[in-house]
């Protein structure tokens, strides 16, 4: 990242500053945030059942009742538990909406980080951990306005539910929110959701660009493509060979471009980008909106790959393993190929397509699990509203955009069951992205504590 190198190994031990905790409401919000970072949640490694436990006992102090919060694992993941926290509301002709984060966190290796990432580091207007962000930081906000909303004695019309989940950042691991979704709905049960997946945009100087509303999402979905020989003695080789025609399988796949297609949401989100921008770019989305079969200005938009990706299912490889000696013809060779899948699309009309650019020598299957279809959400006026009327008041003159995430979250598997989830606006981020998923993943304290005042006043706008 732009200026740490010369920050060096000294700032790697830089004690923790005052930040901006200078309520007593912030500073608890702050330990609350620590602690939750600093509580490793990275799969097989850490916890997230430690971690939940550590919000419940927060909400229980709080003065929550124990029927008001539910703890859930299952017994062969006994370390990727979740809570469920309600806030009963006074009207019951108003459906319950739901707060959804992710506890879990992407690996971090020590060795590859200028500072311990499950140390909670500030440094020239940063936080750094792993999780600051993803998902931490949003998880944090919920918990502390749960916390909050009862030591306030604020009491909602509409019932206020917190779930916190685990899985969210592996395909293979236990997944909290398929778990509620499948078998205890009835915890999760609301008329909408917020999550992840929204935010904002700063410029290079850290001024606001856009905030953004995540209305729908791909699904992420893994294939393996196999390719399989009898093999021999590599001082004999044949025109068969498994490492070569799995080759030709993946540069099929890499040559193929997924047809355009547009959601009501991914239609004004390029809708307002052709605005904005203008230009030749601005010309070619026009265009193609108006024929998603102009090859032309396809070509053009897709020169940028979120707006490529945010056109249409993307399949890519991303692992290799192949042959078993090294004198000796290949006997497999296997590819995985990740697919993140365009609303509406199946993973069976993709898996179709996958085997065709295969051909008859490799065998695709998709891996388990298989991700339910994505359903998007509508662009309703009562979600976004509220949206845009308490951001005018907290980030006056910034454009809000609803988008579609070309990657994933859990609100997939709650959509299955029929709740809408919006990835709320309101948390700024560089526009690097700030190193999630990567090396020394940051936020702005500026831009937690703004997050933080934001969303506690977004929820109460659609609590009453």
Same mark, same amino acid.
Request: proline share 6%; hydrophobic share 40%; charged share 20%.
């Given at each position: 990242?732009?200026?740490?190198?010369?920050?060096?190994?000294?700032?790697?031990?830089?004690?923790?500053?005052?930040? #901006?905790?200078?309520?007593?409401?912030?500073?608890?919000?702050?330990?609350?945030?620590?602690?939750?970072?600093?509580?490793?949640?990275?799969?097989?490694?850490?916890?997230?059942?430690? #971690?939940?436990?550590?919000?419940?006992?927060?909400? +229980?102090?709080?003065?929550?009742?124990?029927?008001?919060?539910?703890?859930?694992?299952?017994?062969?993941?006994?370390? @990727?538990?979740?809570?469920?926290?309600?806030?009963?509301?006074? !009207?019951?002709?108003?459906?319950?909406?739901?707060?959804?984060?992710?506890?879990?966190?992407?690996?971090?290796?020590?060795?590859?980080?200028?500072? @311990?990432?499950?140390?909670?580091?500030?440094?020239?207007?940063?936080?750094?951990?792993?999780?600051?962000?993803?998902?931490?930081?949003?998880?944090?906000?919920?918990?502390?306005?749960?916390?909050?909303?009862?030591?306030?004695?604020?009491?909602?019309?509409?019932?206020?539910?917190?779930?916190?989940?685990?899985?969210?950042?592996?395909?293979?691991?236990?997944?909290?929110?398929?778990?509620?979704?499948?078998?205890?709905?009835?915890?999760? #049960?609301?008329?909408?959701?917020?999550?992840?997946?929204?935010?904002?945009?700063? !410029?290079?100087?850290? +001024?606001?660009?856009?905030?953004?509303?995540?209305?729908?999402?791909?699904?992420?979905?893994?294939?393996?493509?196999?390719?399989?020989?009898?093999?021999?003695?590599?001082?004999?080789?044949?025109?068969?060979?498994?490492?070569?025609?799995?080759?030709?399988?993946? +540069?099929?796949?890499?040559?193929?471009?997924?047809?355009? +297609?547009?959601?009501?949401?991914?239609?004004?989100?390029?809708?307002?980008?052709?605005?904005?921008?203008?230009?030749?770019?601005?010309?070619?989305?026009?265009?193609?909106?108006?024929?998603?079969?102009?090859?032309?200005?396809?070509?053009?938009?897709?020169?940028?790959?979120?707006?490529?990706?945010?056109?249409?299912?993307?399949?890519?490889?991303?692992?290799?393993?192949?042959?078993?000696?090294?004198?000796?013809?290949?006997?497999?060779?296997?590819?995985?190929?990740?697919?993140?899948?365009?609303?509406?699309?199946?993973?069976?009309?993709?898996?179709?397509?996958?085997?065709?650019?295969?051909?008859?020598?490799?065998?695709?299957?998709?891996?388990?699990?298989?991700?339910?279809?994505?359903?998007?959400?509508?662009?309703?006026?009562?979600?976004?509203?509220?949206?845009?009327?308490?951001?005018?008041?907290?980030?006056?003159?910034?454009?809000?955009?609803?988008?579609?995430?070309?990657?994933?979250?859990?609100?997939?598997?709650?959509?299955?069951?029929?709740?809408?989830?919006?990835?709320?606006?309101?948390?700024?981020?560089?526009?690097?992205?700030?190193?999630?998923?990567?090396?020394?993943?940051?936020?702005?304290?500026?831009?937690?504590? !703004?997050?933080?005042?934001?969303?506690?006043?977004?929820?109460?706008?659609?609590?009453?």
């Amino acid at each position: 990242m732009r200026g740490l190198g010369m920050i060096g190994a000294v700032l790697a031990c830089a004690p923790m500053v005052a930040g #901006a905790q200078n309520r007593p409401d912030e500073k608890a919000f702050f330990a609350l945030y620590k602690e939750m970072v600093e509580t490793n949640t990275v799969a097989n490694v850490g916890s997230c059942t430690k #971690a939940a436990a550590q919000v419940g006992a927060r909400l +229980k102090a709080a003065g929550y009742a124990d029927a008001d919060i539910t703890y859930f694992s299952v017994p062969d993941h006994p370390n @990727d538990g979740g809570v469920v926290a309600v806030l009963k509301g006074s !009207d019951p002709a108003m459906k319950p909406m739901l707060l959804l984060g992710h506890l879990d966190v992407v690996e971090a290796k020590r060795a590859d980080w200028q500072r @311990d990432p499950f140390t909670l580091v500030e440094e020239n207007g940063y936080y750094y951990a792993r999780g600051t962000v993803d998902d931490k930081a949003m998880s944090s906000i919920w918990a502390d306005a749960m916390v909050r909303f009862r030591q306030q004695s604020y009491h909602p019309r509409r019932t206020i539910k917190l779930a916190l989940t685990c899985g969210e950042e592996t395909t293979w691991a236990f997944n909290g929110a398929q778990w509620l979704a499948q078998n205890r709905p009835d915890l999760v #049960a609301a008329e909408f959701a917020l999550n992840e997946g929204g935010g904002g945009l700063l !410029d290079a100087q850290g +001024k606001r660009q856009l905030l953004s509303v995540q209305v729908g999402e791909k699904a992420a979905q893994n294939f393996t493509l196999t390719a399989t020989n009898p093999g021999g003695h590599s001082s004999a080789p044949t025109p068969d060979n498994a490492i070569y025609e799995l080759a030709d399988a993946i +540069k099929a796949v890499q040559g193929y471009e997924f047809p355009v +297609k547009f959601t009501d949401t991914t239609r004004a989100f390029f809708t307002a980008n052709a605005k904005m921008r203008g230009g030749e770019l601005g010309d070619a989305i026009r265009r193609l909106l108006a024929n998603p079969q102009d090859q032309a200005a396809d070509a053009i938009v897709s020169r940028d790959k979120v707006l490529h990706s945010t056109l249409r299912t993307t399949c890519v490889a991303t692992l290799l393993n192949a042959g078993h000696a090294e004198n000796a013809l290949p006997q497999r060779a296997t590819a995985n190929v990740n697919c993140r899948i365009f609303p509406g699309e199946t993973v069976d009309t993709t898996l179709a397509k996958l085997k065709e650019l295969a051909g008859p020598k490799v065998t695709v299957t998709a891996n388990q699990p298989i991700r339910p279809v994505a359903v998007p959400p509508t662009l309703d006026p009562k979600i976004l509203g509220p949206m845009t009327r308490v951001a005018a008041k907290h980030f006056p003159g910034v454009p809000i955009l609803p988008s579609m995430s070309t990657g994933a979250t859990d609100g997939i598997f709650l959509e299955a069951i029929g709740i809408p989830v919006y990835g709320a606006p309101g948390t700024f981020l560089d526009p690097d992205f700030n190193g999630i998923h990567g090396l020394n993943e940051r936020i702005r304290v500026s831009s937690l504590y !703004d997050a933080r005042n934001y969303l506690f006043d977004l929820v109460k706008a659609y609590a009453g």
